[in-house]
């Protein structure tokens, strides 16, 4: 079983269309999550942390279930600009530092 | 602040030949990280720094792979003898220190064919 597991993909929606990405991870010591960006040919980027309470940052809302040890990433009113591929990141001490990272959600946005 | 910086950014050799990675943190972190992409495949470490001593090497695949970070400094990755599965992107990153350690900030990436 992969340490972080993601939808698939892709994800092809219309402009404007919301859109949820679900993660899970198999680590119940895992301490700290994360979103991050990765567009075509380029290094990933920090989108988002996530903390149990849930948090918003303008459009996208990322929630933790530690519980179920499930992660989501919510994208409301979707824009060209937000194609890229989406990667559910996890950290745990155990783990000396380094981020186990998923495969990746590929969302398209279309006009 | 000048980011994760990494050389050169695509490298096409052939396989038994020999390639180095070089990667320069950004200024002032302690750790740096290597990891890779082999296509079709999640992102996955390879080993951490801290300061010029190695943390955890644990992701190193085998021992064709040598890393060193002189000084402190920069790093660098060196494959040797280069094999067809080693083709893929390897990124670097760096944070400042311990108990920053999961705000990683990623280098562009150095894009490793072996043909």
């Known amino acids: 079983r992969k340490e972080v597991e993601q939808d698939p993909g892709p994800f092809n929606v219309p402009e404007g269309a919301t859109v949820a990405f679900n993660c899970t991870y198999s680590?119940?010591?895992?301490?700290?999550f994360f979103w991050y960006r990765q567009d075509c040919r380029k290094e990933p980027k920090l989108l988002m942390s996530v903390y149990s309470s849930g948090n918003e940052d303008g459009r996208f809302t990322a929630q933790l279930n530690r519980a179920s040890q499930y992660i989501s990433l919510l994208i409301r009113d979707s824009k060209l600009s937000d194609s890229a591929t989406y990667l559910c990141v996890v950290f745990y001490p155990g783990s000396q530092g380094n981020l186990i990272f998923g495969k990746g959600t590929k969302l398209s946005v279309k006009p | 602040e000048a980011g994760v910086t990494q050389f050169p950014s695509h490298s096409v050799i052939e396989k038994g030949q020999t390639v180095t990675l070089r990667c320069d943190p950004i200024s002032g972190h302690d750790n740096l990280y290597w990891y890779r992409r082999v296509m079709g495949k999640e992102i996955k470490f390879l080993l951490h720094f801290v300061k010029e001593s190695k943390q955890d090497e644990s992701g190193m695949p085998n021992n064709r792979f040598l890393a060193e970070r002189t000084g402190g400094t920069y790093s660098t990755l060196k494959v040797q003898p280069a094999e067809l599965e080693d083709s893929g992107v390897y990124f670097c990153?760096?944070?400042?220190?311990?108990?920053?350690?999961?705000?990683?900030?990623f280098g562009p990436g150095t894009r490793l064919t072996v043909t």
């Open positions: 680590n119940s010591a895992s301490q700290s």
């Open positions: 990153a760096s944070s400042q220190n311990i108990w920053s350690s999961y705000e990683q900030y």
